[in-house]
C-alpha cells in the first residue's frame, strides 16, 4: 500500500497523533473522549459550554474552524495554513486550562439560542432512558445553573493530555506545534444503560414517519447491513410502493463494539398503513435471508469507492482518532478492504437476524406494531409506592402518591385497573422546578411526573418534603413560567425549558378525540379534492400548466393547513 495513503501514528507533547498526507490546507483535529453520555440530565449541557468558551478567544478568522460535542466525543478541527492550524490548537488549549469566565453567561444564552433550533430524536431516551447515550434526546436543562467553578472542574477533569487525541492531515506535521493540556488518565467509554424491559419494542408518537433503529456488532458486514436495508426500504416504499419521498438508512458506530442501525420511512396521513406495513415488510424479509447478492454488491462497490479514494485516509482520521481513545485499534484501508470483500449474504443474514432482536421501532401516532412481535415499550411503571395520596382536585380520577422513598401518579385505566408513573427520588435524573411550586421529575428510566401543588393540593410542608429529598445534584432551578400545565405523566422531553406544556404521553380527552376527527375529516375531504384536481386536471384544454400547477398547490395547501392542529393534539395525546 502506498504510504501516502496510510494512518500513521505519533506522538505530539504526550498526546497519541494519528498523521495522514494530504495536499492542499492543512486540516486537523483534538479529541477529548467526553461528551454528553457522561454527564448528568440535571447538569446536561456543561460539556457543551466547555467547548463554546474554548472557542470564545479565536474571535474571527480567515480559517475554518469549530467545535462539535457528541455523545461520548468532543471535537475541535481547524483548516488552514500551517501557522494558523499551530495557533488555534494552541489557543484552543491554553483556553481549557483558563476558560474566559468572563463570557459565561453570554455563551449560556448562545446555547439556548442554538438548543432553540435543535430537533432531537427521541430513540436515544426510549432506548437508554435519561441518562448515559440517552441525554441527547433532552434539552441542555443543567447549563443555566452552572458556576464558574463548575465548568471549570469539569474542564480540568475530562479535558487533559491523557483523555485527547489529535490527528493532522498535511505535507507534514506542523512545526512549533506545542499542546499544553493538563496531565489526566484516558477516560472510559460511557456505560450503556437501558429503558427496554423487551425487545424488540415499539412506541407510537405524533409524526408521520416510521423510524427504527438497532444495536448490533461493530462489523463491515454491519455496515454493508444498512446500505442494503436502504435499497430495500427505497424499492419498495418509494419505486414500487410509491407510499414514501424518503426511504434512507445511518450507521453509527458508539466505538465500544457496538453500533446503531438507524432507518427511516416518511408516509402522508393516509399512507402511514402501508408505510408501517411495508417498513415491517423488507425488515421481515431480510430476516428469513431474502438478500440479492445484486444488492450487495452494489453497497459494496460504494463503499469500497471510498476506502480507495485518494483522500481516504484522511477522511478517515476523526473517526479513527474515537476508535483511539476507546481502545479499539486504528485499522488499515488493506484490513478494512479484506473483510468487505469477504462479507456474503449469509454474513448479512446473520446481522438482519441480531438487528431483530435489539430493534427499537416509532411509529405514527394511533398505530401499534404488536401485531409484528414488538413489545410496547413502557410508559407506566410496574407498581406505585406508598405513602400520602393527593386526588386530582379535577375529580378525574388521578392521584399523586407521595411516599418516603419517591411519587407516583396513578390514573384508572379502561379497564378499571390502576396504572401508576413512579419516579423514585433515587433514580430521579432531575427535578425541574420553577418559583410558583411547580415540579417536574424526570426519572432515569425517562418517566415524568408533573407535580403542581395545587392541582392536587398538595401541602407546603410535604412538598419541602420532596425538595428535600431529591439529590441537590438534579434539581434544576427554572426561572417562572406563563402559566401552569395541566398534570401529565410523560417520557418524552419537552422542547425546550421553562415552558408551560409537556409534551407526552397523556391521556386523549373526549374533546381532543373529537377535534382530532373533525380536523382529520376536513383534511382528508381537502386532500381527496387536491388528488382530483391533480390527476384529472392537467389534462383539461382550458386549462394551462402554470394555472394547472397554481391550482393543485393551493388546494394541496388547503388540505396541509387541517394537519397541523391534528399532529399537535396526536403529539400531546400519546397513551400512558
Excluded at 420511512?265 to 440479492?292: E, H, N, S, T, Y
Amino acid at each position: 500500500m502506498n504510504p501516502q495513503a496510510a494512518i500513521h501514528p505519533t506522538e505530539v507533547d504526550g498526546i497519541p497523533t494519528l498523521f495522514a498526507y494530504g495536499t492542499g490546507p492543512v486540516r486537523a483535529g483534538l479529541v477529548f473522549r467526553v461528551g454528553v453520555a457522561d454527564e448528568t440530565l440535571g447538569r446536561a449541557g456543561v460539556t457543551h459550554l466547555v467547548e463554546h468558551l474554548a472557542l470564545h478567544r479565536q474571535g474571527l478568522a480567515d480559517y475554518h474552524f469549530n467545535g462539535a460535542t457528541k455523545a461520548a466525543f468532543t471535537h475541535f478541527h481547524v483548516e488552514g495554513a500551517e501557522h494558523e492550524v499551530v495557533a488555534y490548537l494552541q489557543g484552543v488549549c491554553a483556553s481549557l486550562a483558563d476558560l474566559p469566565m468572563e463570557r459565561l453567561e453570554t455563551e449560556k444564552e448562545i446555547l439556548r439560542t442554538e438548543e432553540s433550533r435543535r430537533d432531537v430524536g427521541q430513540l436515544p431516551l426510549w432506548r437508554y432512558g435519561a441518562q448515559g447515550h440517552g441525554l441527547v434526546s433532552y434539552p441542555e436543562w443543567g447549563v443555566r445553573g452552572l458556576g464558574p467553578e463548575d465548568v471549570r472542574e469539569w474542564a480540568r477533569t475530562w479535558f487533559t493530555r491523557g483523555n485527547a487525541a489529535l490527528w493532522v492531515a498535511g505535507e507534514r506535521l506542523p512545526a512549533g506545534l506545542s499542546l499544553g493540556l493538563p496531565a489526566g488518565g484516558r477516560r472510559p467509554m460511557p456505560a450503556v444503560t437501558s429503558a427496554l424491559p423487551a425487545t424488540p419494542a415499539y412506541f407510537s408518537d405524533g409524526k408521520g414517519g416510521v423510524l427504527l433503529d438497532a444495536v448490533v456488532k461493530d462489523t463491515t458486514a454491519a455496515r454493508l447491513y444498512a446500505g442494503v436495508l436502504e435499497r430495500e426500504l427505497s424499492r419498495a416504499l418509494r419505486q414500487e410502493g410509491g407510499y414514501s419521498y424518503t426511504a434512507a438508512t445511518d450507521y453509527a458506530s458508539r466505538r465500544d463494539g457496538f453500533a446503531l442501525v438507524t432507518a427511516f420511512a416518511d408516509a402522508l396521513p393516509a399512507k402511514q398503513d402501508a408505510v408501517l406495513g411495508g417498513f415491517v415488510d423488507v425488515l421481515a424479509a431480510l430476516q428469513v435471508g431474502r438478500i440479492g447478492q445484486a444488492d450487495l454488491e452494489a453497497v459494496r462497490t460504494r463503499v469500497d469507492g471510498g476506502l480507495t479514494a485518494p483522500d481516504a485516509a484522511v477522511r478517515r482520521l476523526p473517526g479513527a482518532a474515537e476508535d483511539l481513545l476507546a481502545g479499539r485499534p486504528v485499522r488499515s484501508i488493506d484490513e478494512l478492504r479484506s473483510e468487505l470483500w469477504a462479507v456474503t449474504p449469509g454474513h448479512l443474514h446473520t446481522v438482519a437476524l441480531e438487528a431483530a432482536g435489539t430493534a427499537l421501532l416509532q411509529v405514527p401516532a394511533g398505530h401499534s406494531a404488536d401485531w409484528a412481535g414488538y413489545k410496547e415499550a413502557p410508559t407506566s411503571s410496574p407498581y406505585a409506592v406508598t405513602g400520602r395520596r393527593f386526588a386530582s382536585v379535577r375529580g378525574d380520577g388521578t392521584a399523586l402518591v407521595v411516599g418516603d422513598d419517591g411519587i407516583s401518579l396513578t390514573a384508572r385505566a379502561k379497564d378499571g385497573a390502576e396504572e401508576a408513573v413512579t419516579v423514585h427520588y433515587r433514580a430521579c435524573a432531575a427535578m425541574l422546578s420553577w418559583p410558583d411550586g411547580g415540579r417536574r421529575l424526570v426519572g432515569t428510566d425517562g418517566l415524568v411526573i408533573e407535580v403542581e401543588p395545587g392541582l392536587y393540593g398538595v401541602d407546603a410542608h410535604t412538598m419541602a418534603a420532596v425538595d428535600a429529598a431529591v439529590p441537590p445534584h438534579a434539581v434544576v432551578w427554572l426561572p417562572a413560567r406563563q402559566q401552569r400545565p395541566a398534570p401529565q405523566a410523560a417520557r418524552a422531553p419537552e422542547a425546550g425549558a421553562g415552558t408551560s406544556a409537556g409534551s407526552a404521553p397523556a391521556r386523549r380527552t373526549g374533546r381532543q378525540t373529537a377535534a382530532l376527527v373533525v380536523f382529520g375529516l376536513l383534511g382528508g375531504f381537502f386532500a381527496f379534492l387536491a388528488l382530483l384536481f391533480t390527476v384529472f386536471g392537467a389534462g383539461d384544454p382550458e386549462t394551462t400548466t402554470g394555472e394547472w400547477a397554481a391550482i393543485a398547490g393551493f388546494l394541496w395547501g388547503v388540505a396541509a393547513l387541517p394537519a397541523w392542529p391534528a399532529v399537535r393534539i396526536l403529539r400531546r395525546t400519546r397513551r400512558v
